[in-house]
């Protein structure tokens, strides 16, 4: 069973860049679409940015585009999301997760598309 492992988060000031992995581990995930989602205390889960199985289709919430990258090496079984210009509102436990639907084509953004979660890593923003 395929088990994601997120690492990279930390405490960063703000306008500082963290870029955080998402491994893979028990099988591969090199033919599924990824993504990556946020949660901060109190709020619900949100959508952050996805990726298709190639890489070649992304997406981006509004609040990141410009600000962050999804990108992902297949070859590594490997996401990750390269964060610029952190705003303390951008402090949040990041999830990574996957669509267990092989070659499925285009990009997710919603929570119940998605099969398999990471257990998240930490990220905090200090102004």
């Known amino acids: 069973q395929v088990q994601l492992v997120e690492s990279g988060g930390g405490l960063v000031q703000a306008g500082g860049s963290l870029r955080l992995s998402c491994a893979a581990s028990?099988?591969?995930?090199?033919?599924?679409?990824m993504g990556w989602f946020r949660q901060a205390p109190g709020k619900e889960r949100e959508f952050v940015a996805a990726?298709?199985?190639?890489?070649?289709?992304?997406q981006y919430a509004d609040s990141m585009k410009g600000r962050f990258t999804i990108s992902r090496d297949n070859a590594k079984n490997t996401v990750y999301l390269q964060m610029n210009s952190l705003k303390p509102e951008d402090t949040a436990v990041y999830y990574c997760?996957?669509?267990?639907?092989?070659?499925?084509?285009?990009?997710?953004?919603?929570?119940?598309?998605?099969?398999?979660w990471g257990q998240g890593t930490q990220v905090t923003v200090s102004s």
């Open positions: 990726i298709s199985w190639t890489g070649r289709n992304t």
């Open positions: 028990g099988g591969t995930v090199s033919t599924y679409p």
């Open positions: 997760a996957a669509v267990m639907k092989a070659y499925l084509s285009g990009t997710y953004s919603l929570t119940s598309e998605y099969d398999t």
